[in-house]
């Protein structure tokens, strides 16, 4: 009997072929495997028990890195070879194969780098087929060497050997090399002039010394600084014009980690994957860190060395690395150091270069532990490019929103997600963006036959879309980015009823022309009705209220006490001078350039403010941390009952008004934890009211660790629908349109 068999998922680049041949040739059966563009193709012949065996086999023991999505058999006529053999890749059909994401060091090319008997000790690009870089220097596919950034490194005879040879870990593992033929490490200054002595030796040196190292990691270069340092990192942060965001730390290994943080066991395990992510972790206490790290806030983001070269420099550095990605703000992360000197020379001391292209930049992806769940904050290096089994009949192109982009591509049956994009609005955010449209379409020979995109008119990639729809006479699709949002989760989970889905985020653009972000949604793929949302106010200024959460604050005394405010005596009033209340009270009166929101980071941005916490912020997600880290020092809340609910034509109005009202009056000893349990009181009530539909938290607010356990104390655990493999916030929209679109009735 022969078999076709043909094997789709995360299969090309992950040591597929040999395991197939290995367990080919242990079953005694002939045939081939080969790769082609959508896929691996096997053919197999002898006793139709054996073939069966070895297609079991392969469902329960696949190559460490593939995922196999499906395996289609079909009975073909005996063609009788003599052996098993592996083929050369074919380039002629539709590209559908998955590319795999990129993969932190594995513990044989450790073991093989600490060996000083080994050909690749202390090599700084070792990797093998379970190993390595991947998405990040591959140009085209096939996964094949010609198609990435290590054609241009002739192999030399020991790994050209290691390169054919099926029975070697190193069997067409693409980006092998090793000190005679691969990619070589240089250190130079900061206008480009090389440095004398071992690379690896004179950038740790410099590091102890308190300078600033750019290094290149897997997908673009991280500024990288002594975290123990207080100068070090004030210098960083001056140099960079980063005045409070926090920093991730790089640590030599879990010791340090755990001496740094407190460390749970779900944490380290998330630490030490494969993916190696920044976790977000519970600071210990200790006073090892520079405050200037993570000022304010009581996590810290740590990650372990993910490639060889990190674990290099950790031979010779023991202390913890800041670790940070390369970039001016606003704009991506990068990936080549002609462009590292030009934009960051004056902030870098120097740079630690190599010579293997970056083709793909990928910026580090992080994470954090919530009870017992992972939640993805950014899904970039070593989770993206994801894929998820979802089929579909049009080749639909999702573009995301402005803030945390991904763009999101439907194929006959896969839906690909790309790496974080990041925040747009610079040109060169908006060139990335692009480049990684132009990147996806070549990957999976993608040509869009429709568009979709935000409502929000203002939006770059909304303007992107309709230009693309215009020019190519496609059809496009907006779709209420909170809505969007929602239907994230319900595409992750594959649900089509209708649930109720709360969706708190900071901004975005609601139908009747106000600024949504406290919403309650009744919702399925064809709709939604917003049956409740957060009592509106004012966001004085417009967007300068997102810099500002004293203008939030002073929203909602307005809205209380009107002219009565001025009685008060609160942190919040003392923030502004007379004058700019003047001003501002006139805005709110006539609502002049402010419009009405509902939106909850807003709120919290408020009461940040009303409890003297945080009056302006310099980044997204400030005022929240810094609540959380208070609440966390507070005693357990001794009044939830802070939001009313009322009914009017517009769906239940959460009204914030009893927790203001408490708060200015001094009645609650634990503000900030009487705040966000009062949130989720206010979900649970909600959520009872609906008790046949199931519940999605969603939304960047939901990221909120405090608020999610009080959440999930509440709610009845088999209703819950929460984002698992994907963020909650804004990272998940280009999926929710992808999931519209495909329902979408013409
Ligand atoms: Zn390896
Ligand atoms: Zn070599
Ligand atoms: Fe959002």
Redesign the pocket.
């Known amino acids: 009997m022969r078999w076709r068999c043909r094997i789709t998922g995360i299969v090309q680049g992950v040591g597929f072929r040999p395991t197939l041949y290995r367990y080919a040739v242990e079953a005694g059966v002939t045939g081939f495997v080969g790769n082609d563009a959508e896929g691996v193709i096997v053919e197999i012949e002898g006793e139709e028990a054996a073939l069966r065996r070895l297609i079991e086999r392969l469902r329960e023991a696949p190559p460490p890195l593939a995922r196999i999505d499906a395996i289609a058999i079909e009975t073909i006529p005996l063609k009788g070879e003599s052996a098993f053999t592996i083929a050369a890749s074919s380039h002629d059909t539709a590209k559908q194969a998955a590319v795999s994401p990129d993969v932190s060091?594995?513990e044989?090319?450790l073991k093989e780098m600490r060996d000083p008997e080994n050909r690749r000790y202390r090599y700084p690009f070792i990797?093998?087929t379970?190993?390595?870089p991947r998405y990040t220097i591959v140009r085209t596919v096939p996964y094949d060497r010609p198609n990435t950034s290590m054609a241009k490194f002739t192999m030399c005879e020991a790994c050209e050997a290691e390169y054919h040879d099926p029975m070697d870990r190193r069997y067409h593992a693409q980006p092998i090399a090793c000190f005679d033929c691969g990619t070589q490490l240089s250190l130079m200054d900061s206008e480009g002039r090389a440095l004398e002595g071992d690379a690896i030796e004179e950038a740790a040196k410099l590091l102890v010394e308190g300078k600033i190292v750019a290094v290149k990691g897997l997908g673009g270069f991280h500024l990288m600084c002594d975290a123990t340092s207080e100068e070090a990192v004030a210098r960083l942060r001056e140099r960079k014009g980063r005045p409070d965001k926090p920093f991730a730390v790089m640590v030599k290994d879990m010791r340090t980690a755990r001496r740094l943080a407190r460390v749970q066991e779900r944490e380290a395990a998330l630490l030490q994957s494969k993916e190696r992510p920044i976790v977000l972790l519970k600071k210990s206490g200790t006073t090892e860190l520079a405050e200037g790290v993570a000022p304010g806030i009581d996590r810290i983001g740590l990650m372990l060395p993910y490639t060889p070269l990190h674990y290099l420099l950790f031979d010779h550095i023991a202390r913890p690395l800041v670790a940070t990605s390369a970039n001016l703000s606003d704009e991506p992360i990068i990936k080549e150091s002609g462009a590292l000197i030009e934009k960051l020379g004056h902030v870098a001391d120097a740079v630690l270069d190599h010579d293997r292209d970056i083709l793909n930049a990928c910026d580090d992806s992080v994470a954090q532990v919530v009870g017992d769940r992972v939640q993805w904050i950014r899904v970039a290096r070593g989770v993206a490019p994801m894929t998820l089994p979802i089929a579909s009949q049009e080749a639909i192109l999702a573009v995301g929103a402005q803030q945390k982009n991904t763009i999101a591509l439907s194929l006959q049956d896969a839906v690909i997600l790309s790496p974080h994009v990041g925040d747009l609005g610079s040109l060169e955010a908006m060139a990335f963006f692009e480049e990684t449209v132009a990147t996806f379409g070549r990957l999976y020979d993608f040509r869009p036959q429709r568009v979709v995109c935000d409502l929000h008119p203002g939006y770059d990639t909304t303007r992107w879309a309709l230009a693309l729809a215009k020019k190519e006479g496609l059809k496009s699709t907006a779709v209420q980015h909170h809505h969007a949002h929602a239907l994230a989760v319900m595409a992750e989970h594959g649900v089509h009823e209708e649930i109720l889905a709360f969706v708190w985020d900071g901004t975005g653009y609601g139908e009747d022309g106000t600024v949504w972000g406290g919403e309650v949604l009744l919702c399925d793929a064809a709709g939604y009705r917003r049956v409740g949302h957060l009592r509106p106010f004012r966001l004085l200024g417009g967007e300068r209220a997102v810099r500002e959460p004293r203008r939030s604050a002073l929203a909602l005394l307005y809205e209380i006490f009107v002219e009565a405010v001025e009685e008060l005596s609160l942190p919040t009033l003392d923030a502004f001078t007379p004058a700019e209340k003047g001003l501002l009270f006139q805005a709110w009166r006539k609502g002049m350039g402010s419009p009405l929101t509902t939106s909850m980071g807003r709120l919290f941005d408020a009461m940040a403010s009303l409890l003297g916490i945080v009056h302006r912020v310099s980044y997204e997600g400030q005022s929240g941390m810094m609540l959380e880290t208070l609440a966390a020092q507070e005693k357990a809340a001794q009044w939830l009952d802070g939001f009313a609910l009322q009914e009017s034509e517009t769906g239940w109005v959460c009204d914030w008004e009893p927790v203001v009202r408490a708060i200015v009056g001094g009645k609650v000893g634990s503000p900030a934890r009487f705040f966000i349990e009062s949130l989720a009181e206010m979900v649970a009530r909600l959520a009872a009211r609906y008790p046949d539909r199931r519940i999605a938290l969603c939304g960047g607010v939901f990221l909120n660790r405090t608020l999610m356990e009080a959440c999930l104390r509440r709610l009845p655990a088999e209703r819950l629908l929460l984002p698992e493999r994907l963020p909650p916030g804004d990272g998940a929209i280009a999926l929710g349109q992808l999931w519209y679109a495909l329902h979408e009735k013409d």
Do not use: E, R
């Open positions: 060091l594995c044989a090319c990797n093998c379970d190993c390595g």
